[in-house]
Structures are given as C-alpha cells and as structure tokens.
C-alpha cells in the first residue's frame, strides 16, 4: 500500500474534523510526513470546509497542527 498524497491526508483531517476530532494526531502525523515526502512546506485548507469557520477557530486549528510540526494556511474563499 502506497503512502498518502497530502491532499489524501488534508481529506482525513477534513473527515477527523467532521467527526469530532476522532483520531485527529493520526491525521496531522500522516500529513506531516506527506509534507517531508513531497517536500511541501505547509498545508493549505478551505476554510469553508471547517467545522469552526470563524477567525478563533482557524487560529486554534493553526496553533494546534504548529505545535505539531505542521504550518497550516487556509484558502482564498
């Protein structure tokens, strides 16, 4: 079984996120070493796609995926 492609990963979070953060630490690990993979400096995510699409909430998912080795940035909606 191949490795995730960083948009498969971003598509597991987008998942964990709607489910409540289920296994969501599994998700930024795998993303995070798709990242190394294919030598991509940050993720980037559709804020319209989040579950808390307000300033506080994309500031906390930012915070919480750096505090994980992860820099996140969000789409032009």
Do not use: C, W
């Amino acid at each position: 079984m191949s490795e995730p492609t960083v948009a498969e990963a971003v598509e597991r979070i987008y998942g964990s996120l709607q489910a409540d953060n289920a296994d969501i630490d599994v998700h930024i690990a795998t993303l995070k070493a798709a990242l190394v993979r294919e030598g991509v400096k940050e993720a980037v995510f559709d804020p319209a796609r989040l579950v808390q699409n307000n300033r506080s909430g994309r500031k906390l998912m930012q915070a919480y995926f750096r505090q994980r080795g992860v820099t996140v940035k969000y789409a032009a909606s």
